[in-house]
């Protein structure tokens, strides 16, 4: 069974940080694509950033770009977002996710398959 959980949300200010987490069992992370989603009130979810955990390849929605990095432990089984110089517009719930087919490694939000039950973001 597999199952992901986010945690490391929370309520920060305009230009604080945060970290999340996605801890990933029933899985091993060693060569898949992982990702994290975000959905803010009214909107649909969007591609925040994405990993392929074999190579480490990363990719970047243009919102985040030079603000967010994500990264992974394979050791730990674990996926992160660190996520810097926050602004309003970024509060969301976010989401990882796994994609559990073979494939490019792209935000494609219908290629993911697994997901987490999601962390709150909010900035003030």
């Known amino acids: 069974h597999v199952q992901l959980v986010e945690s490391g949300g929370g309520s920060v200010q305009a230009g604080g940080s945060l970290r999340l987490s996605c801890a990933v069992s029933?899985?091993?992370?060693?060569?898949?694509?992982m990702a994290w989603f975000r959905r803010a009130p009214g909107k649909e979810r969007e591609g925040v950033a994405r990993i392929f955990t074999g190579t480490g390849s990363t990719g970047y929605a243009d919102s985040v770009k030079g603000r967010f990095t994500i990264s992974r432990d394979n050791a730990k089984n674990t996926l992160y977002l660190q996520m810097n110089n926050l602004n309003p517009e970024d509060s969301a719930m976010y989401y990882c996710?796994?994609?559990?087919?073979?494939?490019?490694?792209?935000?494609?939000?219908?290629?993911?398959?697994?997901w987490g039950q999601g962390t709150q973001v909010t900035v003030s």
């Open positions: 029933g899985y091993t992370v060693g060569s898949i694509c």
């Open positions: 996710a796994v994609r559990g087919s073979r494939g490019a490694c792209t935000l494609t939000l219908s290629a993911f398959d697994i």
